[in-house]
């Protein structure tokens, strides 16, 4: 898959003993645009300040990136930084953390599984795109370690969670919180891994919803991709129609397809294109009550699951509950996450490459 000219991912990077910076991938490398484009907006450890400057500036940079990479090898060579010579941080600053329920399919996935003898959808779901609030400060760059969280897991039982669980999305990034479209608004896309913890989750959530199940963890890409970048596609039907302010303006579907693997193992393959809701009615959701934008806001897609049974992107779907376990190629069974388990979501869009999310799981303190 392609890291050139097409796709041009931002992150933040650092060099043995040096501070962090703002950087580009190319090929193998990260090409250092505080030092290329002798721009000092670069030379700070968060795209934060960038993202602030606006669509406008967004397009004009990633236009005098590509210009620079293909006709100024001279200045370009002397500022890529091999891959293996850098540390990846986190590429923003997180001021708020939304997470969405916007697959149909694992909705009612899960509907099928705790309500059986009910509509797997509740019956606001077709109507809006349900989500809650997460915990900003609990995001994390990918290769974090996640460890167990402990919490209550019924009526006077505290201990460690025995669902962990994985929720592979989709994120959106808000570079300006100014201007009408959606791409005004949105600076990039990067993978997510919303882990959770089931047992804990299921305890708690009535009436008001997820807590402490969701909130320990949250991984991210260190690439967030461009939006100018991806390519859209017509969002999927919807039935009823919406609302006004949920009616969509522009095709924001992307085509955008998943695989998570499980210590090495691809175990499924969700497809991002099938989504209920798009992130442009996300957005739209998101601030119709005067909810303010700020830059570095990251809202997510919730988890991806397509029809098929492995493009399912989470265990609690792909084991049924625990009560189809996976099968692992080594002999291993798992129906939740195991201690020393590692997890990676990488994603394609068309010949793009989106940057990886990674997190292995260690015992909880």
Known sequence: MSWGLDNLPYGVFSRRGQAPRVGVRYGDAVLDLAAALHDEVFATGSLNAFMARGRTAWHDTRTLIQNKLSTDQSVTEAHLVPLDQVTLHLPFEVADYVDFYCSIEHASNLGRMFRPDEEPLKPNWRHLPVGYHGRAGTVVVSGTDVARPSGQLG????????KLDIEAELGFVVGSPDGAAFEERVFGVTLVNDWSARD??????????????????????????????????????QD???????????????????????????????????????PDQMLAHMTVNGATLRTGDL?????????????????IELTWNGTEPLKLGNGEIRTFLEDGDIVTIRATAGAIALGEVSGTITPGA
């Open 155 to 162: 009526p006077g039982r505290f201990g460690p969670t025995a």
């Open 200 to 237: 804990i989750q299921a305890w708690e959530y009535v009436p008001l919803g997820p807590f402490l199940g969701k909130s320990f963890a949250t991984s991210i890409s260190p690439w967030i991709t461009p939006l100018e970048a991806l390519p859209r596609v017509r969002g999927r039907a």
């Open 240 to 278: 009823p129609a919406p609302l006004p302010y949920l009616s969509r303006e522009a095709d924001w579907g992307l085509d955008i397809a998943l695989e998570v693997e499980l210590n090495g193992e691809i175990v499924s393959r969700p497809p991002y294109a099938t989504m209920y809701w798009t």
């Open 299 to 315: 809202f997510a897609s919730g988890t991806i699951s397509g029809d098929a049974a492995d493009t399912r992107g989470s265990l």
